[in-house]
């Protein structure tokens, strides 16, 4: 469960997001309290600020914190590379649009998948994109990076993990196999512009997605309808064939990949 709550004053909002995952007689119970922080003044250079918890099962006291941002940003990094190793056609050349952290957990899970060789990091503010290239070099040797403040015309994919609200990317002016869109998570963000909405089938994280972003405005429009939606269980249950035709990922974050996440890093100190 997601339930977003506006904060004009501020121009971002808060959400609470709640999971119980049963396994067999053990249940797992997580809640993540986080902010979109648009204002930036007390904490710089972090979007997404809050906390996740997990809940003891018998006594139901908070047993273990978790930052949220860090977990938000390392599960949909990890969204974004289950989506490329789903629907990617052995790409080469991937760019991460958007420099902040969600941009870095993208930039090194995608370079972990077979046949990435390059990977292009863009940027509004060329100074936030020279940083992560520079912090990436150390830890991507095998792959080769560039920086630039515009999205570049040829790559396989692009992947956007932007804060904003407007649309940066049609499918005419965009060459790309795949585009994965991560930024546009809240009532009123955009990352897409319209015409992506007429794409046959569109992959989502979850069919929550509906409710958020680029896929509310289209449903609001009537362009989308709910079934042209598969989430990533579908992907994993029945992926599709690899073929030559444009693709959509969208992931706008889930309960029940927070309460995943947390599985993992629980059984992975």
């Not at 007390?42 to 139901?60: R, S």
């Not at 958020?212 to 249950?237: F, I, K, M, N």
């Amino acid at each position: 469960n997601k339930t977003i709550y506006p904060n004009q004053p501020s121009g971002g909002d808060f959400r609470v997001m709640t999971c119980i995952l049963s396994e067999g007689s053990h249940r797992r119970q997580t809640v993540k309290l986080v902010g979109t922080n648009r204002a930036q003044r007390l904490i710089p250079g972090q979007i997404t600020v809050g906390k996740a918890f997990l809940i003891d099962q018998q006594e139901n006291h908070i047993s273990h914190i978790f930052d949220g941002c860090l977990l938000s940003s390392a599960r949909t990094g990890a969204c974004a590379a289950l989506a490329v190793s789903f629907l990617g056609q052995q790409p080469s050349h991937v760019q991460v649009v958007g420099a902040g952290k969600v941009g870095f957990y993208c930039a090194v899970y995608l370079s972990t998948l077979p046949g990435v060789e390059k990977m292009t990091i863009v940027d509004r503010q060329s100074d936030r994109a020279r940083a992560l290239h520079a912090h990436l070099e150390s830890r991507l040797s095998h792959i080769r990076l560039a920086h630039t403040e515009r999205i570049v015309g040829a790559s396989d994919v692009v992947v956007l993990a932007t804060d904003s609200y407007q649309p940066l990317l049609g499918r005419q002016n965009n060459p790309a196999q795949l585009v994965i869109s991560l930024g546009a998570d809240t009532l009123d963000q955009a990352e897409l512009e319209d015409d992506w909405a007429a794409l046959p089938v569109i992959h989502t994280d979850s069919r929550d997605s509906l409710n958020y972003g680029d896929l509310a405005r289209w449903h609001r429009q009537g362009a989308l309808r709910p079934e042209q939606l598969a989430d990533l269980l579908d992907l994993v249950r029945d992926p599709p064939p690899k073929t030559g035709e444009q693709r959509l990922f969208v992931s706008t974050g889930t309960a029940l990949f927070d309460n995943l996440t947390i599985g993992y890093l629980l059984r992975n100190p």
